[in-house]
Each structure stands twice: as C-alpha cells, then as structure tokens.
C-alpha cells in the first residue's frame, strides 16, 4: 500500500479545519481566526518576510486562539463583564494551545505564535512576560491582527469600533503592547485600502 505523503495544501486544509471547529464554539469568534490568519499574511508580506515566514505566521494565526478550545463555553460566550477568576481563565489559553500544537510535529514551528500572540513588547504581557525582540515576529505580527480584529468585530458585549477608530486604538498602544513597525505596516495597509472588510 503505497503512503500518501502530506502536502502543504494537505496541511493547511487540516489548520482550516481545526480552526473553523474552534470558530464553531462560540459564535462571537466566527470567522476569526481566518480574519487574523489573512490579516496576519498581509502585515508579513508588506513586511517583506520570507515566503516560508510569512507561510509560517499564515498558519500560527489560524491556531492562535486554539487553546479556547479548553476554556468553557460559559466564560467564552458571557454577554458582561468578566470576573477576575474567568479572566484568569481565558488567559490560560495561549498555553493550553501551545501544549495541544506540540503534540504535532509537524506544528512545533508555529508554538512560539500560538504561545505568545497576547506578550507586549513592554513586557507586560502573558503567558510569560516576555518584551522586545524576545517576542518573536511572528508573535508580534498576530498580536496586532487578532487585537485588531478584536476591536472592529461586534461582541454581545459591546459596539465593534471603525476602522479609524481601531487604527487610533493601535496607534495609541504603538511601543507599549504593540511593536511599532507592525503598527506601521497595519498604518500603510489601511491607507492603502489594503484592510480586508469582512461582514
């Protein structure tokens, strides 16, 4: 019986797959993690990444949000605030992700974004502290495509913010929780027109 060998068309349809499962979970995350991962793709290349980097970080965005899927569905979907203990919680999802991504093999070149996508260069991040360049850019790219796509998506509990509105948000955080050089690159993407709108 001849063995089928995986291709990256194969691999990528299977990251596809397990991140519209996690999407599926919680309908306020719908479509998320392809925003992010296509998002995320477009900051790499105006960056000027690597083809096999920005392939790399396309891939890691898609998973980034992977360890929710250990999180309740009831902390996940809550219309209100949350308390600090389920804040606690969802903060655990960056590592319960990495442990699920290193399972795979063929997946251990992507932990460092599912890991790290909520460090800040300031330091003041998680789940490690780690700032500066001791994120890595991969991480720091997905940092500001998932926030971004945060902001400008609706959620049960409050309005999404315009497309101007989440740039000034971005701007304002540049050098704190963002790595001024993706902001820069999410700053000439938009004044490009080069943002895709979903919805």
């Known amino acids: 019986m001849m063995q089928q060998v995986i291709t990256f068309e194969d691999l990528h349809e299977v990251v596809e797959a397990l991140s519209m499962a996690l999407d ?5 995350m719908c479509g998320h993690s392809e925003r992010v991962a296509e998002l995320s793709l477009l900051l790499a290349k105006s960056m000027g990444l690597s083809e096999a980097e920005q392939v790399r970080i396309h891939i890691g965005a898609h998973l980034h949000d992977i360890g929710k899927i250990g999180v309740p569905d009831a902390i996940l979907t ?8 389920e804040f606690a919680t969802i903060r655990l999802h960056p590592e319960i992700g990495s442990n699920i991504v290193v399972k795979v093999k063929i997946l251990h070149s992507i932990i460092d974004i599912v890991r790290h996508h909520h460090e800040r260069v300031d330091g003041n991040g998680y789940p490690d502290g780690l700032g500066g360049d001791k994120i890595s850019l991969g991480s720091r790219i997905v940092a500001v495509a998932d926030a971004f796509d945060a902001m400008t998506t609706p959620r049960a509990y409050r309005k999404e913010l315009s497309l101007t509105e989440a740039i000034e948000e971005t701007i304002r955080c540049r050098g ?4 001024p050089a993706v902001v820069d690159g999410l700053i000439a993407l938009a004044g490009n027109n080069k943002i895709p709108l979903f919805g």
């Open 24 to 28: 599926a979970k919680n309908s306020c």
């Open 176 to 179: 704190s929780q963002f790595d």
């Open 78 to 85: 809550k219309p209100g605030r949350l308390t600090v203990g």
